[in-house]
């Protein structure tokens, strides 16, 4: 199993960043996914999941009607749409498969002015 996130960076408040994380060694389409995240001195929490099928998605209330959880199963990719930045945002970011305990290297977001 390899997942690689990418897309972090460095944006202001209220901007917009979009995470993508590229999957392989596994049936990626078989398998609902999701992103977390892990601010400095936090624990790691989950802030969307999707659906193997793209077709069902929850959210962290902290990201709820700010984020968007997509895939394209033919690309083995899932996608994090992040609108509204805040600066609580801030942490680095990893994708996961519910079902699979694998974690990428993660993409780091940092929300400031």
């Known amino acids: 199993v390899q997942l690689v996130e990418s897309g972090g960076g460095l944006v202001q408040p209220g901007g917009s960043l979009r995470l993508s994380c590229a999957a392989s060694?596994?049936?990626?389409?078989?398998?609902?996914m999701s992103w977390y995240r892990q601010a400095p001195g936090k624990e790691r929490e989950r802030v969307a999941a999707?659906?193997?099928?793209?077709?069902?998605?929850n959210y962290a209330n902290s990201v709820k009607g700010r984020f968007t959880c997509s895939r394209d199963n033919s690309k083995n990719t899932v996608y994090l749409q992040m609108n509204s930045l805040k600066p609580e945002d801030t942490a680095v970011y990893y994708c996961k498969a519910l079902m699979l305990d694998s974690w990428g290297q993660g993409t780091q977001v940092t929300v400031s002015s």
């Open positions: 060694g596994f049936t990626f389409s078989s398998y609902a």
């Open positions: 999707i659906a193997s099928a793209g077709g069902s998605t």
